[in-house]
């Protein structure tokens, strides 16, 4: 009799695990460009067998909600509005919304203006207690303290970066690095990277000593990503469409290893480049083409350096960015020229995203994130 019991609680035990490694479906968050009064926040629901994406809710969160963050605990929703103007003033807008996993339903929170206006970027700090934000048109960043309760309290520092015509600061990317001390933030008009120190106490931005790191004229740094460990920098540049290798030293500091073409050999027509993603397992790295209208995959060695390993199609138009499930075996594609997400499977053995396999119908997509 006891081996029989024994027997029973040891298959139960088998299918639980069974069933927690194999997660039917995953939560993702799209963020868009709207007009009027649209909804430019939607939650999709992944089949994480077939690549399906099924329509959960449409909320409400601003005009173009084109960039957005999770709290710590997942429950807040950040997202940045990409205006000139918010609420009568000359700036941005930062909406929270609060997110229900039990019932799906996404509420709105707060809103505050983001000084100077046009953010487009938008991250959360390492301990969870600010907000860094980037805005391009206006040529600065914000820093935005939260609350106890998670709320953004107050802008607690703000930067303009100056420049000589016609050359613009245009900043698109900020972000912590591996050093939870330092803060990255590309300039795409200035062509440089910038590295900061997070004053925690006061909520400022402090530069770093020989943290300004220039790369060629007119590559238009866009958007980075690190290795898990630390040691590398992978940057993707709009304007110069190449990827970018970095050193990264035990200060933080860059220095430039290697620089790739992002297009496609024989590649000729106008491109830029937009998002850059290493995928679940650490092996291959992916950038997207809007133009050429591709994925570009790169296999990482076991120096960080990179050798291309492949290209495919985005499934539409205009790949604005991209996202990989948190199985590693779906790439999901914004592309917001057209007007849909196309969800490839990835090829584990070569990297390369296949498909479409399914598309989904939403207006100008321009940044997808799952809740994992």
């Given at each position: 009799?006891?081996r029989?019991?024994?027997?029973?609680?040891?298959?139960?035990?088998?299918?639980?695990?069974?069933?927690?490694?194999?997660?039917?479906?995953?939560?993702?968050?799209?963020?868009?460009?709207?007009?009027?009064?649209?909804k430019?926040?939607m939650?999709?629901?992944l089949?994480?067998?077939?690549?399906?994406?099924?329509?959960?809710?449409?909320?409400?969160?601003?005009?173009n909600?084109?960039?957005?963050?999770y709290?710590k605990s997942?429950?807040?929703i950040?997202?940045?509005?990409?205006?000139?103007?918010?609420?009568?003033?000359?700036?941005?807008?930062l909406?929270?919304?609060?997110?229900?996993?039990?019932?799906?339903?996404?509420?709105?929170?707060?809103?505050?203006?983001?000084?100077?206006?046009g953010?487009?970027?938008?991250?959360l700090?390492?301990?969870?207690?600010?907000?860094?934000?980037?805005?391009?048109s206006?040529s600065?960043?914000?820093?935005?303290?939260?609350?106890?309760?998670?709320?953004?309290?107050e802008?607690?520092?703000?930067?303009?970066?100056?420049?000589?015509a016609?050359?613009?600061?245009?900043?698109?990317?900020?972000a912590?690095?591996?050093?939870?001390?330092?803060?990255?933030?590309?300039?795409?008009?200035?062509d440089?990277?910038?590295?900061?120190?997070?004053?925690?106490?006061?909520?400022?931005?402090?530069?770093v000593?020989?943290?300004?790191?220039k790369?060629?004229?007119?590559?238009?740094p866009?958007?980075?990503?690190?290795?898990?460990?630390?040691?590398?920098m992978?940057?993707?540049?709009?304007?110069g469409?190449?990827v970018?290798?970095f050193?990264v030293?035990?200060?933080?500091i860059?220095?430039?290893?290697?620089?790739?073409?992002a297009?496609s050999?024989?590649?000729?027509?106008?491109n830029?480049?937009?998002?850059?993603?290493?995928?679940?397992?650490?092996g291959?790295?992916?950038?997207?083409n809007?133009?050429?209208?591709?994925?570009?995959?790169?296999?990482?060695?076991?120096d960080?350096l990179?050798?291309v390993?492949?290209?495919?199609?985005?499934?539409g138009?205009?790949?604005?960015?991209?996202?990989?499930?948190?199985?590693?075996?779906?790439?999901?594609?914004?592309?917001?020229?057209?007007?849909d997400?196309?969800?490839?499977?990835?090829?584990?053995k070569?990297?390369?995203p296949e498909g479409p396999?399914?598309?989904?119908?939403?207006?100008?997509?321009?940044?997808?994130?799952?809740?994992?």
């Amino acid at each position: 009799m006891k081996r029989k019991i024994l027997i029973f609680y040891s298959i139960l035990i088998l299918i639980g695990l069974f069933s927690a490694g194999c997660k039917r479906s995953e939560k993702l968050l799209a963020g868009g460009f709207t007009e009027g009064n649209e909804k430019g926040l939607m939650l999709y629901e992944l089949n994480t067998r077939n690549g399906n994406l099924s329509l959960i809710s449409e909320t409400y969160a601003g005009a173009n909600p084109s960039f957005f963050c999770y709290s710590k605990s997942r429950d807040f929703i950040y997202a940045i509005n990409e205006v000139p103007d918010f609420s009568g003033l000359a700036a941005g807008g930062l909406t929270t919304l609060k997110y229900d996993p039990a019932s799906g339903k996404i509420g709105k929170q707060s809103e505050m203006p983001v000084p100077f206006g046009g953010p487009c970027y938008i991250s959360l700090s390492d301990d969870g207690g600010f907000l860094l934000i980037a805005s391009y048109s206006s040529s600065s960043v914000a820093v935005v303290k939260l609350g106890s309760d998670g709320i953004p309290a107050e802008v607690s520092d703000t930067i303009v970066y100056s420049a000589v015509a016609p050359v613009v600061s245009h900043p698109h990317m900020i972000a912590q690095g591996p050093s939870v001390r330092h803060v990255y933030l590309t300039d795409l008009g200035l062509d440089r990277v910038m590295i900061y120190d997070l004053d925690r106490q006061k909520g400022k931005l402090v530069p770093v000593p020989n943290g300004e790191i220039k790369v060629p004229q007119g590559s238009g740094p866009r958007h980075f990503v690190f290795s898990p460990a630390g040691t590398r920098m992978y940057l993707i540049n709009e304007l110069g469409s190449t990827v970018m290798v970095f050193d990264v030293d035990k200060g933080g500091i860059l220095k430039l290893l290697q620089t790739l073409p992002a297009t496609s050999e024989g590649y000729n027509g106008k491109n830029a480049c937009a998002e850059i993603l290493i995928g679940e397992g650490g092996g291959f790295l992916y950038g997207s083409n809007r133009g050429e209208n591709s994925i570009v995959v790169f296999r990482i060695g076991l120096d960080g350096l990179l050798t291309v390993a492949g290209h495919s199609t985005c499934g539409g138009d205009w790949p604005r960015n991209f996202v990989i499930d948190p199985s590693g075996k779906f790439l999901l594609s914004g592309n917001q020229k057209s007007g849909d997400i196309s969800v490839f499977r990835i090829n584990l053995k070569t990297g390369i995203p296949e498909g479409p396999v399914f598309k989904a119908t939403m207006k100008a997509p321009a940044y997808l994130e799952f809740f994992k």
